[in-house]
């Protein structure tokens, strides 16, 4: 069977991606490295999530520390807005796509593209200059519409589930859109 290093940004998205891999004939093996989330506690809840989840559906499971969130804070150097979400997804899939070479797997791709959150140019983009860099394949699917069944997936199996995409600036961001909704005027 054809391997894909399948890079896993949280248990949710994972239980909807892996099995639309799977449904195309590949072999695929988790792979967790995510410095943009943080703090720590939040970062682990999310990694406990995911382990959860492949033992649950019987596939490995790769954690790449890396420098934890200093390399996210490195890749950064003082980025924002769309910026910061381009160099945050340039840390991750160069990285999954250096592993996936390193490893001898062809190809590799991301549970990122589930989320509706997430901007899927700036996936593509990225993924793509990754593979190049690394002689590697970067495979790419538009799973949104598997977002609401993802979630129905997670309640389903007790998985934690995230309320902010991970680094700080985005849980201001979720907090703050958070409070404009309750305000609003009924
Ligand atoms: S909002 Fe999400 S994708 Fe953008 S920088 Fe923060 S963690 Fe990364």
Redo the contacts with the bound molecule.
């Keep these: 069977m054809d391997q894909l290093l399948l890079h896993a940004c949280c248990g949710p998205c994972s239980t909807v991606a892996l099995p639309a891999w799977q449904a195309e004939g590949l072999a695929a093996t988790l792979l967790f490295y995510?410095p943009?989330?943080q703090p720590s506690c939040e970062h682990g809840r999310r990694l406990a999530s995911l382990e959860e989840f492949a033992l649950l559906a019987g596939v490995g499971l790769h954690v790449h520390e890396g420098g934890g969130a200093a390399d996210?804070f490195a890749a950064?150097n003082g980025a924002a807005g769309q910026e910061?979400?381009a160099?945050?997804?340039n840390l991750?899939l160069y990285a999954t796509a250096r592993l996936a070479a390193a490893r001898g797997v062809p190809r590799f791709a991301t549970t990122?593209t589930v989320s509706p959150y997430?901007?899927h140019d700036?996936i593509r983009l990225a993924g793509e200059a990754a593979a190049a860099a690394h002689g590697v394949e970067f495979l790419y699917a538009d799973l949104r519409a598997q977002f609401a069944r993802s979630g129905q997936e997670s309640r389903r199996l007790g998985l934690y589930r995230q309320r902010?995409?991970?680094?700080?600036?985005?849980k201001w961001?979720a907090w703050a859109m958070q409070r404009s909704r309750l305000r609003r005027p009924v």
């Design positions: 995510n943009n989330i996210w950064q910061r979400c160099a945050c997804l991750r990122l997430q901007r700036l902010y995409c991970g680094c700080v600036p985005s961001e």
